[in-house]
Nanobody, 118 residues
Framework: VQLVESGGGLVQPGGSLRLSCAAS????????IGWVRQAPGKGLEWVSDINGDVTRTNYADSVKGRFTISRDNAKNTVYLQMNSLKPEDTALYYC????????????WGQGTQVTVSS
């Protein structure tokens, strides 16, 4: 099982980024995939997740209305479109496979850094 994030970078407040999570080594469409972030000096914060058949998406209140999660099962990839970015969105963003659909993440990527600053 492998998960590889990409798309992070430096962006000004109010800007946008799209993160990608490319998965391999398992039947991708059978699993929820989630995004979790860790800001400097803070703990892990769950951000969003999406189920395997793309019928359910969930968001943390802190990103609702600004972030959109999606997936392309043909490409084994999950995306996180982040708009109206704020300095408090600065974090290392991880994607992870959810073993049960209840937030039990068993495999994680290496993370991609998002920095929101003027």
């Amino acid at each position: 099982v492998q998960l590889v994030e990409s798309g992070g970078g430096l962006v000004q407040p109010g800007g946008s980024l799209r993160l990608s999570c490319a998965a391999s080594g398992f039947t991708f469409s059978n699993y929820y995939i989630g995004w979790v972030r860790q800001a400097p000096g803070k703990g892990l914060e769950w951000v969003s997740d999406i189920n395997g058949d793309v019928t359910r998406t969930n968001y943390a209140d802190s990103v609702k209305g600004r972030f959109t999660i999606s997936r392309d099962n043909a490409k084994n990839t999950v995306y996180l479109q982040m708009n109206s970015l704020k300095p408090e969105d600065t974090a290392l963003y991880y994607c992870a496979r959810d073993l049960t659909g209840w937030g039990e993440y068993d495999y994680w990527g290496q993370g991609t850094q998002v920095t929101v600053s003027s």
